[in-house]
């Protein structure tokens, strides 16, 4: 019987997100390998926190193997996710390694899922959306499926996430001339930007929400099975307006030139939030689900920590949770690998109503 891998690997670790996980994981006495392509970033963090490190990029899967081949798990933290997900993902099925990550784009998660069947052949587990894309919403979805089992839709939404570091706002470029996402029928449709919104109500206020394509238009119809899902998120009226301003030059960015042009902007002009923000920062979440004939509805109201502070501690609670043996070959969801209440372990989340 082969030895048990005591090693975990986390690639990006140079990021704002990845930085922030290898510093917490170390407060904790964990030393996970540092990894990534950036040589001075990652030698420096790794000096700083006396943690082992590795180099190396994901152009080859033999090199990719190699790194990672005494790890039990990868988190992978360095996106685009578009690009990145699937060179990792792969090795880590060949190599018998899981993998989790922290990315909320839906065609990531269809990627990923097309490789469910090669991971469940070697028992391996991908889950994608460690972070606060996608826990917090996915175990809404799963708690709501738990009180109505007959739900034919689910609407999910949340306020308060705003600052945003690099990697999330050059994800979203990539994503923005491409619409927004819902779920009708259990086929996933385009709809224009801004084109759908609703106001709801949260702990006594009231705040405006647009439909955006967040990843549990793709993932909570495998941890739901629900066929009809949105998902909303309050912009603040500065951005809405900018947004709606920008519309008719998003298609622009379908050229990779200009692309590459805007997010390397973003490289010099974007931090993501400073500590400060981030501890006292929180999320407000809703999540409504009813039948097909409306006659019952269920909801459910929750407050989660600032949306990186809790990517932090989410993303190490799953590594923690796999380390303990809790696994589930193939690809699959944080509430239908670790439970809907998965949530409400991770520091600051708390039921409203």
Request: charged letters at 20%; hydrophobic letters at 45%; aromatic letters at 8%.
């Amino acid at each position: 019987m082969a030895a048990k891998k005591k090693n975990w690997l986390l690639y990006g670790a140079n990021g704002y997100t990845g930085e922030l996980i290898a510093r917490k994981a170390v407060e904790r006495g964990q030393k996970p390998i540092l990894a990534g392509r950036n040589e001075a970033k990652i030698r420096l963090l790794a000096e700083e926190l006396n943690l082992p490190f590795r180099i190396f990029t994901l152009e080859t899967a033999e090199e990719i193997r190699s790194q990672i081949a005494d790890c039990f798990l990868v988190l992978h933290c360095a996106g685009p996710f578009i690009e990145t997900a699937v060179p990792m993902a792969n090795a880590c099925i060949e190599s018998g390694v899981h993998y989790l990550d922290i990315t909320g784009e839906i065609p990531v998660y269809e990627k990923l899922h097309s490789l469910s069947s090669k991971a469940l052949a070697k028992k391996v587990m991908l889950l994608p959306g460690v972070g606060f894309d996608i826990v917090p919403t996915d175990c809404l979805a799963v708690m709501l499926k738990e009180k109505l089992p007959k739900a034919h839709f689910l609407e999910l939404g949340f306020s308060g996430f705003t600052d945003i570091s690099r990697g999330t706002l050059k994800s979203a470029l990539a994503q923005l001339p491409y619409g927004s996402k819902v779920r009708r029928n259990g086929k996933i449709e385009t709809i224009p930007q801004l084109s759908l919104k609703k106001v709801v109500e949260i702990s006594g206020s009231y705040a405006e929400f647009f439909a955006i394509p967040w990843g549990d238009v793709f993932t909570a119809f495998i941890s739901t099975g629900i066929p009809n899902i949105t998902v909303y998120s309050s912009l603040p009226a500065s951005q809405a307006k900018i947004l709606k301003l920008l519309q008719p030059t998003t298609f622009f960015l379908k050229n990779s030139l200009i692309l590459k042009g805007m997010q390397k902007l973003v490289e010099v002009t974007v931090s993501g939030p400073g500590d400060e923000k981030r501890k006292k920062g929180a999320v407000l979440l809703w999540g409504e689900a009813w039948t097909e004939a409306s006659s019952k509805k269920v909801s459910i109201r929750m407050r989660c920590a600032e949306g990186y502070e809790f990517t932090v501690e989410s993303a190490l609670a799953a590594v923690a949770k796999v380390e303990n043996g809790k696994v589930q070959a193939g690809f699959t969801t944080p509430a239908k690998a670790f439970g809907s209440k998965f949530v409400l372990e991770i520091p600051g989340t708390k039921i409203l109503a």
